[in-house]
């Protein structure tokens, strides 16, 4: 019996919408990285992009636990002496709703070519809306 592998061209691609309200970082981020990379799908090949499309909507209105609103920072670095930033989790959701998630995604993701493919499939929207009705996504209840 041969081994299957998927074929960029078999690929059948679905779009699924996740409403991150009160949902917990680490486990949304979990869940979304597995879809964007197909692990959810029995044609799951791990050399081929076998993924679906995910919108998450209300970004941001996602939970974290314990301390993390008040504690938890990202550092950006320009390369420079001395031009190290900080930004704590409320300045984001101020922000930049979307990177909160994008970067716990992104952390989930291998890292390689393939992975930023992937990436260019999660979309990201602070409030309720989408400009992706066309596509007929389906719900994900997480």
């Known amino acids: 019996m041969k081994s299957f ?3 960029p061209a078999d690929i059948e691609r679905t779009w699924y919408v996740v409403d991150a309200t009160d949902k917990v970082l680490g486990k949304l981020a979990v869940t979304v990285s ?3 990379r197909g692990r959810n799908k029995p044609t799951y090949t791990p050399q081929v992009d076998t993924g679906d499309y995910v919108i998450i909507v209300n970004a941001e209105k996602v939970a974290l636990t314990g301390k993390k609103d ?3 920072t990202y550092m950006f670095y320009s390369g420079w002496m001395g031009n190290e930033k900080y930004r704590s989790v409320q300045d984001m959701r101020e922000n930049k ?3 909160v998630i994008e970067h716990a995604v992104k952390g989930m993701l291998p890292k390689n070519r ?3 493919q992937m990436l260019k499939k999660l979309k990201i929207f602070a409030g ?3 400009p992706h009705e066309a596509q ?3 719900s994900l209840n997480l």
Do not use: G, T
């Open 128 to 130: 309720p809306e989408h």
């Open 97 to 99: 709703p979307a990177f």
């Open 70 to 72: 008040e504690q938890k």
């Open 136 to 138: 007929n996504p389906v």
């Open 5 to 7: 592998l998927a074929k």
């Open 114 to 116: 393939l992975a930023r």
């Open 34 to 36: 597995n879809i964007l």
